[in-house]
């Protein structure tokens, strides 16, 4: 079983500027997404690989080990790219530099590091499991329900229930959604066989991460993440 593991980043972020490799309780943010990768890679047969379009991402990436001759792609690295096509590129180049085929690829995503060696074993057992599936998703379980107290405006101005049903009066009788925390993503082959453009399709499966896990979307999140961190506050081991 071959494996792929990507690591993608962009140089320019708007949300928090330079995010990628901004300090997280001491350590650039990145290197705790290279540090899982390498502890998984000591299980099993796998290629991490970086896809950057930024010097000072390759610089930091270099020094926890993980180095790359790859550039991304300029078309894969505006804000409006989407990540499928640039896991494919890199994905396509490994596999002419490697000479091999990898039956899974697996994207661990740089803002979303509250993931586990652990999580992602299981995770990859699950979609083995489901020889139908094209890929899987880390999702957390959500804290609003769609069914219960998710609103949408209507067309004529008005706040409606995005998901009506009359028969749903509470919250713990409405169907179980979940957010999609954006630790990682696994991908087979036949996913990009078929040229989607997004992770959620008709053949996905996913994964409920069981412990804390979230994306750092703004400065604010940055704040709260770090300050769990410096106090021991995480429910697992990092």
């Known amino acids: 079983m071959n494996i792929l593991i990507t ?14 490799i901004k300090l997280l309780n001491g350590k650039p943010l990145l290197a ?3 540090e899982t990768a390498k502890a998984f890679a000591e ?20 020094r926890y080990g993980l180095e790359t001759n790859y550039e991304r792609p300029s078309e894969f690295a505006t804000d409006k790219a989407g990540k499928i096509a640039a896991i494919e590129h890199i994905k396509e180049y490994e596999e002419i ?20 060696v652990e999580d992602i074993e299981k995770s990859l ?12 998703f880390s999702v957390s379980p959500a804290s609003r329900n769609p069914y219960f107290n998710m609103v949408e405006e209507s067309e004529k101005g008005y706040a409606k229930l995005i998901k009506e ?10 169907p179980k959604v979940f957010d999609m925390n954006a630790s990682f993503c696994i991908f087979r082959p036949s996913f990009f066989a078929t040229k989607q453009s997004r992770s959620t399709t008709d053949k996905s499966i996913a994964f409920v991460v069981p412990h804390l896990c979230f994306d750092l979307d703004n400065p604010t999140d ?14 697992f081991t990092l």
Do not use: H, W
């Open 43 to 62: 299980k099993y047969a796998t290629v991490i690989t970086l896809s950057t379009d930024s010097r000072d991402i390759k610089a930091v990436a270099s």
């Open 7 to 20: 690591i993608c980043a962009r140089g320019g972020s708007k949300g928090i500027p330079g995010k990628n």
């Open 97 to 116: 530099l490697k000479g091999i085929q990898f039956d899974y690829i697996i994207d661990l995503d740089i803002t979303s590091p509250l993931r586990t």
């Open 165 to 174: 049903s009359g028969s749903i009066l509470s919250r713990q009788s409405a």
């Open 222 to 235: 940055f704040l709260i993440m770090e300050f769990l961190l410096q106090q021991n506050l995480l429910d």
């Open 125 to 136: 057992e699950q979609l083995k499991d489901n020889a139908e599936a094209y890929n899987l």
């Open 32 to 34: 705790y997404t290279i």
